[in-house]
């Protein structure tokens, strides 16, 4: 079903699978594969038939080795400024996507690679992942929120020394660091990843929104707005069917049939 160029996109039943298509570049991103994205993140999040979705790269090596540089190499300054280079991740990608997403990171994570992983809800490593901020060999910095990601992820220090010397972190130290939710063997990644979409996407739809939308908000806000918002949003769910649904058939010892609002 998919007509994209660079990214693949697969329904899976109720799970949409977006492969980064550009092995030979180690599925590098350039304006083409965020466009991509963008269309494909908004045809996920528009789709009722779909519940969850898992980003991962094609190819054994890497999920993404970073923001395309031959691309970059060929721009001046003020190109990046007056075309608002690389725009549109924040709106399109992280805030645009109201439903749950993961990030299957099957090899190199870097750069741009990383700061797409982590605006997923959650990242599943490969024991063969690398995770890195690499931009300071190239004489310039993160750009697309790794400088805050990363830092609100593994704290200041780690963060700091990542960025500062460009060094990757492999799968088991960035589990350890809490930038990963867990580790799978490289070969069992993808059936993993789709796995546990699959339970994401049997659960209420309208609560998988809800519970994204409150730990987001423990990422983003205070922790007084961040209970206030969990506690408004928490009575905003009592008042859905699927809560009277959930908890009959809780009392009732069978499983709970959703209608999603
Ligand atoms: N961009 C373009 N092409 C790439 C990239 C990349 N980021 N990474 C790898 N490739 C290409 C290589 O050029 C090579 O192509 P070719 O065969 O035509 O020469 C092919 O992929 C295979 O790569 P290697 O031969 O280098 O493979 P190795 O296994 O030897 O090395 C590495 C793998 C270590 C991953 C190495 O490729 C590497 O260091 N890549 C660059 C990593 C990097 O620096 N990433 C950060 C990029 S900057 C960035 O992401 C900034 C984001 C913010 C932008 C926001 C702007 C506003």
């Known amino acids: ?126 024991d063969k992942a690398k995770f ?17 990601r990363l830092t609100r992820a593994v704290g200041k220090s780690k963060a700091m020394e990542m960025c500062l010397t460009g060094r990757m972190m492999d799968a088991e130290e960035a589990e350890r660091a809490g930038l990963v939710a867990r580790v799978v063997p490289h070969d069992e990644l993808l059936t993993d990843a789709m796995k546990t979409a699959e339970t994401i996407a049997s659960k209420p739809p309208m609560a998988a929104i809800a519970n994204k939308e409150m730990v987001n908000a423990a990422f983003e806000t205070t922790l007084e707005h961040g209970l206030a918002h969990e506690r408004r949003l928490f009575q905003i769910l009592t008042a859905s069917e699927d809560k009277v649904e959930g908890m009959q058939a809780f009392v009732e010892k069978r499983d709970g049939e959703w209608k999603g609002r």
């Open 1 to 126: 079903m998919s007509t994209f160029e660079n990214i693949l996109v697969e329904q899976r039943g109720a799970v949409t699978l977006v492969t980064l298509n550009r092995p030979k570049a180690l599925n590098a991103l350039n304006s083409d594969v965020l466009r991509e994205l963008g269309e494909a993140f908004a045809a996920y999040d528009a789709d009722k038939s779909q519940r969850c979705m898992v980003l991962t790269g094609s190819g054994d090596k890497a999920f993404a080795a970073g923001a395309d540089i031959k691309e970059m190499v060929e721009k001046e300054a003020v190109d990046f400024y007056l075309e608002d280079f690389f725009s549109g991740w924040q709106s399109k990608v992280v805030k645009g996507t109201r439903k749950p997403w993961i990030a299957a990171v099957n090899g190199f994570a870097l750069g741009g690679g990383c700061e797409l992983a982590m605006m997923a809800d959650f990242i599943l490593a490969s």
């Open 132 to 148: 890195g901020q690499p931009e300071i060999n190239l004489g310039v910095a993160p750009g697309m929120g790794g400088s805050q």
